[in-house]
């Protein structure tokens, strides 16, 4: 079996975008046969989480680099070509 990736969903307070776009990225897995655990945060908490996860979806812009993947999920909330965040997604955890 493979091991479960963590991804991390982030806005800016952790709450409005974030919920958003967290209901989509549980959808992406479940349709896609994903096993991964995701958490949903503030932007200032991803750090904490630097060496554990393995994808950020966000929907703000990140003041730095992370070790892992990062995906803008902008798409997703003004629901302009939404795939393009769900190819982003997959391709990251592959």
């Known amino acids: 079996m493979d091991k479960q990736k963590l991804i991390l969903v982030a806005c800016g307070t952790g709450i409005a975008t974030s919920t958003v776009v967290c209901k ?33 979806v966000t929907t703000t812009i990140s003041s730095r680099n992370y070790k892992f993947p990062v995906v803008n999920a902008m798409n997703y909330l003004t629901n302009i070509n939404p795939g393009k965040v769900d190819q982003g997604i997959i391709e990251a955890l592959k």
């Open 24 to 56: 989509k990225v549980e959808d992406l897995i479940k349709t896609n046969g994903i096993n991964a655990r995701i958490i949903q945060c503030k932007i200032s908490e991803v750090s904490g989480y630097e060496d554990q996860a393995d994808l950020l």
